[in-house]
């Protein structure tokens, strides 16, 4: 099992910057992939971004390619999504999620409780 609890959503107007952090605890935080999604009212979730145990590979949604940044803290059991340039169309819930198995999109076992970030226009 594997606990998670996201921090760091709010407000902010477009072209800020937001850093969420998700912390986790229960089983080994390193053998786990994390990964961050989001979900807009109205909307399906979807995945934004993924980190490889070690840290080493990364994926992300086409729709956030070059604004965000997903990493990790082994020894500290943390994972971070970055959010620059941040868009009005960022606007959603942000949920950090948990795995094992390869890096990847979907089939995560893990799930926080959810973070709101508001992107004012």
């Known amino acids: 099992q594997v606990q998670l609890v996201e921090s760091g959503g709010g407000l902010v107007q477009a072209g800020g910057s937001l850093r969420l952090s998700c912390a986790a605890s229960?089983?080994?935080?390193?053998?786990?992939?994390m990964g961050w999604f989001r979900q807009a009212p109205g909307k399906e979730r979807e995945f934004v971004a993924a980190?490889?145990?070690?840290?080493?590979?990364?994926l992300y949604a086409d729709s956030v390619k070059g604004r965000f940044t997903i990493s990790r803290d082994n020894a500290e059991k943390r994972a971070y999504l970055q959010m620059n340039s941040l868009k009005p169309e960022d606007t959603a819930v942000y949920y950090c999620?948990?795995?094992?198995?390869?890096?990847?999109?979907?089939?995560?076992?893990?799930w926080g409780q959810g973070t709101q970030v508001t992107v004012s226009s």
């Open positions: 229960g089983r080994t935080f390193s053998s786990v992939v």
């Open positions: 999620a948990a795995k094992e198995g390869a890096l990847g999109v979907s089939r995560y076992d893990y």
């Open positions: 980190i490889w145990r070690s840290g080493t590979s990364t």
